[in-house]
């Protein structure tokens, strides 16, 4: 398109009065802001003896977690979709043939690189069976690298650990479909 078409149409700047080129109240407003925070009510958490509580836990996102089904197994169904959607690429499954009949696969390793994930929750949004979460546990360390690969077991006992306090936040979703049920 060029400048001298007359689809365009070209706007003038608008004129500034006295006040808006001093930018007195955007001045204003600005230590307006700063002498309510400075005087306001103050939000320092002495961690770790006292610990930090979201105001919305259920859109944070912290420490993975695999999720069980209703007989206890991992829910997950090794269709690397998570693998797959995941920009950092810290996740790695390896598929093996299910000893269960509702299934083909099931995840014999599933591992996540914690220090490489950046935390978008694409993995989450992957799932199609809402096999793995974010939970809203912040408070993650670890002394070597090796400790921050979260393998398996660990990610379940992530789930053992947070299913009271943060139940599956997708409910209805159906389980996997069976062999018997074909293609």
Not at 125 to 132: Q, Y
Request: some cysteine; glycine content about 6%.
């Amino acid at each position: 398109m060029k400048p001298d078409d007359p689809r365009v149409r070209w706007i003038d700047e608008p004129e500034l009065g006295p006040l808006g080129r001093v930018y007195v109240p955007l001045a204003t407003e600005g230590l307006a802001t700063t002498l309510r925070h400075l005087f306001g009510r103050k939000k320092t958490v002495q961690s770790p003896e006292e610990r930090y509580v979201s105001p919305a836990p259920l859109i944070y996102r912290g420490v993975h977690r695999l999720n069980r089904d209703s007989q206890g197994r991992v829910k997950c169904v090794a269709c690397f979709l998570c693998a797959t959607a995941c920009p950092a690429h810290c996740i790695d499954i390896v598929a093996a043939e299910s000893p269960w009949p509702d299934r083909d696969k099931y995840p014999e390793s599933f591992t996540i690189d914690e220090l490489r994930c950046i935390y978008c929750g694409m993995c989450e949004e992957a799932c199609p069976v809402d096999a793995i979460e974010l939970t809203s546990l912040y408070d993650l360390s670890g002394k070597s690298r090796e400790e921050m690969i979260f393998d398996k077991e660990k990610l379940l006992a992530v789930y053992d650990m947070t299913k009271d306090a943060e139940p599956m936040r997708t409910a209805g979703v159906p389980e996997p479909r069976r062999k018997e049920d074909g293609p």
